[in-house]
């Protein structure tokens, strides 16, 4: 993605939802000097573990996914982020808390990897919103995904 694109997707965004592997690998990407991806913008970690809490923008849940959603996150924030891996996006899906998804196709074969999505528990409709191409060979997709 050319930079200006990053950097305006993400002032797009008023805070980011995660699980506790994708918190986990950001605070080791900060322990490494490569800083926290997630600015000033507050970051809501779901675990039942009890983890560090490197900052004050960062609150842990635990507890009824959609009821914090739509009861507590959506009231408060226009745009909200679930970043990370296939659990947490799953769940997402599954209980119709998701608006859109988005892909970034890296020009690289991965042999091991990690679902986009677990345990959905059935299909879920896309309508494809926009691509983009970089001449770096990645493609980012953006889907709506489609109520009934």
Request: proline share 4%; hydrophobic share 40%.
């Amino acid at each position: 993605m050319a930079p200006e694109s990053v950097e305006a997707f993400l002032k797009s965004i008023d805070c980011y939802v995660m699980g506790s592997k994708t918190y986990e690998t950001a605070l080791s990407f900060e322990a490494k000097g490569l800083g926290w991806a997630y600015g000033h913008k507050p970051v809501f970690v779901l675990s039942t573990r009890n983890l560090p809490r490197s900052r004050n923008t960062i609150e842990f849940h635990s507890g009824d996914l959609a009821q914090f959603v739509n009861g507590r996150l959506r009231p408060a924030f226009r745009s909200i982020w679930f970043v990370g891996g296939g659990s947490v996006a799953g769940e997402c899906l599954r209980l119709g808390l998701a608006d859109e998804v988005r892909y970034s196709i890296l020009p690289v074969l991965i042999g091991e990897g990690i679902p986009f999505f677990e345990k959905l528990d059935r299909d879920i409709a896309l309508h494809l919103a926009e691509v983009k191409g970089y001449k770096n060979g990645m493609v980012a997709l953006c889907y709506h995904v489609r109520t009934k």
